[in-house]
């Protein structure tokens, strides 16, 4: 079982910062690839953000320049450091990530966290 929980949503004000966090935890062997994603209401889920098992970054362009993902592989976590917010970034942020269990090694699945909602308001 693989569980990913994040933290760190929030209601901010327009060009405030906020840091969320996605810890994976479980029977892991190895995790690859985690991202951010988003969903706004009414709207489709899009990726926001991915960084790779080495560290290569890809950005969507609406947040080139201001959100920064990153990740800490001992500690299966991946954060998004979100600056200068817009209130047309107020979504539900989920997590997800490309991991190897020790059941299912070498084969990887792909595990979502629980959303966290995030709002940018005057």
């Known amino acids: 079982q693989v569980q990913l929980v994040e933290s760190g949503g929030g209601l901010v004000q327009p060009g405030e910062s906020l840091r969320l966090s996605c810890a994976a935890s479980?029977?892991?062997?190895?995790?690859?690839?985690m991202a951010w994603y988003r969903q706004a209401q009414g709207k489709q889920r899009e990726l926001v953000a991915v960084?790779?098992?080495?560290?290569?970054?890809t950005y969507v362009d609406s947040v080139k320049g201001r959100f920064t993902i990153s990740r800490d592989n001992a500690k299966n976590t991946v954060y998004l450091q979100m600056n200068s917010l817009k209130p047309e970034d107020t979504a539900v942020y989920y997590c997800?990530?490309?991991?190897?269990?020790?059941?299912?090694?070498?084969?990887?699945?792909?595990?979502w966290g629980q959303g966290t909602q995030v709002t940018v308001s005057s």
């Open positions: 479980g029977n892991i062997v190895s995790t690859n690839a």
């Open positions: 997800n990530a490309e991991i190897s269990t020790v059941l299912a090694y070498p084969k990887r699945y792909n595990y």
């Open positions: 960084i790779s098992s080495g560290g290569t970054t």
